[in-house]
């Protein structure tokens, strides 16, 4: 891999030194380089998440892309920065209940004895690279996070504005392989019931908040505040796309 291309692609400068603050950099400068997007899906173009294909899009021809191209990507980049990195399975919360479908994909990061929730592919950032066996919370996106029991396996915590906390989404601790995502990646990219089918959505990590494109709308949130501009015509969409998310 051309680690150089990748870490001018996301502006990194420090050490790649395999630590937990390098860990940490990498992550968060990942996050606020590159979007979290659907154009691929939108456009009906299959998804190729291998890892030549991921680094050709995203380092390459400097796009974004869903959880399994974004971690895919990280991944490999942190096995060849001497890091012990594993693929996992975690389900989002969408409020009905989990189904145990484990079809997002996360990484789980051993160092020093200790083990890491690591994940670059999510539309809201938790912050620091969480440790999974201890429950102490830090502040994320918008809100605090922390890991913790669910029913047998793991959840990533968010504290909620009614004060209580809520699963993210839940994850296993059984390390996956790349080819274990093929189905879940082939759902989200075809299915009619697939949120990242039925609309445009783009979103990237700013040093002020989060910048996000649904559908025709353009949301600008601060501090959990948000702002909506709708976007008028597809030049206008175009523009956005190049000029917020560098996107062309």
């Known amino acids: 891999m051309n ?5 001018d692609r996301i502006a990194y400068q420090g050490t790649i030194e395999p630590t937990l603050d390098t860990l940490t950099q990498l992550q968060h ?6 979007p979290f997007e659907n154009l691929h899906i939108q456009n009906k173009t299959p998804l190729d998440y291998s890892s030549d294909g991921v680094f050709n899009k995203i380092v390459v021809d400097r796009r974004g892309g869903v959880c399994y191209e974004a971690n895919g990507l990280f991944h490999d980049v942190l096995k060849t920065l001497g890091y012990q990195v594993d693929f996992i ?13 484990f ?7 051993e160092l020093d004895s200790e083990q890491y929730l690591v994940d670059v592919g999510n539309g809201k950032a938790f912050g620091i690279p969480k440790p999974i066996h201890h429950t102490k919370a830090s502040q994320g996106e918008d809100t ?6 669910y ?6 915590y968010a504290f909620s504005e009614e004060g209580e906390w809520v699963p993210r989404y839940v994850f296993e601790l059984k390390v996956r392989e790349r080819y274990d995502f093929d189905a879940s990646c082939h759902y989200v990219q075809t299915s009619p019931d697939s949120h990242f089918t039925q609309k445009l959505i783009v979103s990237l990590l700013k040093e002020d908040g989060r910048l996000t494109i649904s559908d025709r709308t ?6 959990g505040l948000k702002q909506e501009q709708e976007i008028g015509t597809q030049q206008e969409l ?8 560098g996107l062309k």
Not at 3 to 7: D, K
Not at 29 to 34: C, M, R
Not at 89 to 101: D, H, I, K, Q, V
């Open 218 to 223: 353009l949301i600008h949130t601060v501090n």
């Open 103 to 109: 079809n997002h994909m996360a990484l789980m990061v």
């Open 144 to 149: 605090q996070y922390k890991v913790a029991g």
């Open 238 to 245: 175009k523009q956005i796309l190049e000029t917020e998310f």
């Open 89 to 101: 399975g975690a389900e989002m919360n969408s409020g009905n209940g989990f189904t145990g479908e």
């Open 29 to 34: 400068q990942f996050l606020l380089s590159v």
């Open 151 to 156: 029913e047998g396996m793991k959840a990533l």
């Open 3 to 7: 680690i150089a291309a990748f870490l």
